[in-house]
């Protein structure tokens, strides 16, 4: 089994930085894409970043590209989100989700996530 643990949410002043840190357990998952999604309040999850495994190539949805930097250790089994400029509406529970294939592609569906963390609240205040 998979467990997924997501940890370094907060409350942050909008402008500043978060670094959130997803850790794997149960199975490396260097051969699959690794995903943060984040949900707020009365709206659907959404794609925030994804990094594909092996060649590692990132993918940034059009409200957080050139902000936030997803980035996989898989020598640790994790995979961070840095999150730099941060705006109220930033704020949401950020969830982290590894990919049901093994294989090198983007995953830009959130049903293409079979395994997923609790999630960690981030809150950006003006």
């Known amino acids: 089994q998979v467990q997924l643990v997501e940890s370094g949410g907060g409350l942050v002043q909008a402008g500043g930085s978060l670094r959130l840190s997803c850790a794997a357990s149960?199975?490396?998952?260097?051969?699959?894409?690794m995903g943060w999604f984040r949900q707020a309040p009365g709206k659907e999850r959404e794609l925030v970043a994804t990094?594909?495994?092996?060649?590692?190539?990132?993918y940034y949805s059009d409200s957080v590209k050139g902000r936030f930097t997803i980035s996989r250790d898989d020598a640790k089994n994790t995979v961070d989100l840095q999150m730099n400029s941060l705006k109220p509406e930033d704020t949401a529970v950020y969830y982290c989700?590894?990919?049901?294939?093994?294989?090198?592609?983007?995953?830009?569906?959130?049903?293409?996530?079979?395994?997923w963390g609790q999630g960690t609240q981030v809150t950006v205040s003006s």
């Open positions: 989700a590894a990919a049901a294939t093994t294989d090198w592609g983007l995953k830009l569906s959130r049903y293409e996530y079979n395994y």
């Open positions: 149960g199975r490396a998952l260097s051969s699959h894409a």
């Open positions: 990094v594909s495994a092996s060649v590692g190539n990132k």
